[in-house]
């Protein structure tokens, strides 16, 4: 089955598998194909629980892989789903990393880094030189431990309490990284405090960069509004929610607040 990205109906999917990855986050693979790009995302749907936004990890021939982590209503309903079972997808959707540079740093906080996974494997296909920076809470909540194992990606991982890798924020690695190699350009998902961080060193650095944002979406192609972003009026399902550097430089709202879903500021 091949899905066109510009239908607004779900198309029923089977859920392939589901593989843990972390605690509380797992993998759910569909099959079929959609032909997403890194950065692009879906609207998974489940009946009676509603629609909602989610990035691709995955994507393989026939098949395609979306991340979740367990959090809320939604998801719970999700996790409790079994191999067989059947839900809506809707998407792709976005605009995607652009995939530029030779010798590129990503940066991902929590499960962020899941459509940043996405984004390494295809360049690391081409043989560029791909620094993958994961940071968590915990080890417990880092992901994608041997997924890159032998790719040609230099992973580097960070958590708060010291349990794997550095001890402290992964843009402190980021920092680390930029004094000592020359990056041609850093792509960010994750918490909008840490991609807040990134956005910041860049800046002081002169180094292209882009960044996922994650806003309140409930149709998923720029028909309801509600992602709009203060200050430009894009919104991040159709404009987004793949912005670079110099774009949010004119997004009023980034590292201050977003909207929650009846338009008033929630705090990041």
């Given at each position: 089955?091949?899905?066109s990205?510009?239908?607004?109906?779900?198309?029923?999917?089977?859920?392939k598998e589901?593989?843990?990855?972390a605690?509380?986050i797992?993998?759910?693979?569909?099959d079929?194909?959609?032909?997403?790009?890194?950065?692009?995302f879906?609207?998974?749907?489940?009946?009676?629980?509603?629609?909602?936004?989610?990035?691709?990890?995955?994507?393989?021939?026939?098949?395609?892989?979306?991340?979740?982590?367990?959090?809320?209503?939604?998801?719970?309903?999700?996790?409790?789903?079994?191999?067989g079972?059947m839900?809506g997808?809707?998407g792709?959707?976005?605009?995607?990393?652009?995939?530029?540079?030779?010798?590129?740093?990503?940066?991902?906080?929590?499960?962020?880094t899941?459509?940043?996974?996405?984004?390494?494997?295809?360049l690391?296909?081409?043989?560029?030189?791909?620094?993958?920076?994961?940071?968590a809470?915990?080890k417990?909540?880092?992901l994608?431990?041997?997924?890159?194992?032998?790719?040609n990606?230099?992973?580097?991982?960070?958590?708060?309490?010291?349990?794997l890798?550095h001890?402290?924020?992964?843009?402190?690695?980021l920092?680390s990284l930029?004094?000592?190699?020359?990056i041609?350009?850093?792509?960010c998902?994750?918490?909008?405090m840490?991609?807040?961080?990134?956005f910041?060193?860049?800046?002081?650095?002169?180094?292209?960069?882009e960044?996922?944002?994650?806003r309140?979406?409930?149709?998923?192609f720029?028909?309801?509004g509600?992602?709009?972003l203060?200050?430009?009026?894009?919104?991040?399902?159709?404009?987004?929610?793949?912005?670079?550097?110099?774009?949010?430089?004119?997004?009023?709202?980034?590292?201050?607040?977003?909207?929650?879903?009846?338009?008033?500021?929630?705090?990041?």
């Open positions: 089955m091949t899905f990205r510009h239908s607004e109906k779900p198309v029923i999917f089977r859920i589901i593989i843990p990855e605690r509380d797992s993998t759910f693979w569909f079929g194909d959609i032909k997403a790009k890194p950065g692009q879906v609207m998974l749907w489940i009946p009676g629980a509603g629609l909602k936004p989610f990035g691709v990890s995955y994507q393989e021939k026939g098949m395609f892989g979306l991340t979740i982590r367990k959090v809320g209503p939604f998801t719970e309903k999700l996790f409790a789903m079994e191999a079972d839900v997808i809707q792709p959707y976005g605009r995607a990393f652009s995939e530029k540079g030779e010798k590129v740093a990503l940066v991902g906080g929590g499960y962020g899941a459509p940043l996974a996405f984004l390494a494997e295809e690391a296909k081409e043989w560029r030189q791909v620094y993958f920076i994961i940071g809470a915990t417990d909540l880092l994608y431990g041997e997924r890159f194992r032998n790719r990606v230099k992973m580097i991982y960070s958590t708060d309490d010291g349990s890798g001890k402290g924020f992964c843009t402190d690695c920092l930029l004094s000592n190699e020359r041609d350009r850093v792509y998902c994750g918490p909008e840490m991609m807040m961080k990134a910041e060193i860049c800046a002081d650095k002169g180094i292209p960069a960044f996922s944002l994650e309140h979406m409930k149709c998923g720029g028909v309801c509600s992602c709009a203060d200050g430009t009026g894009w919104r991040v399902c159709t404009d987004g929610p793949v912005f670079t550097l110099d774009e949010l430089k004119k997004v009023t709202e980034f590292g201050k607040y977003k909207r929650d879903g009846a338009g008033g500021r929630a705090k990041l």
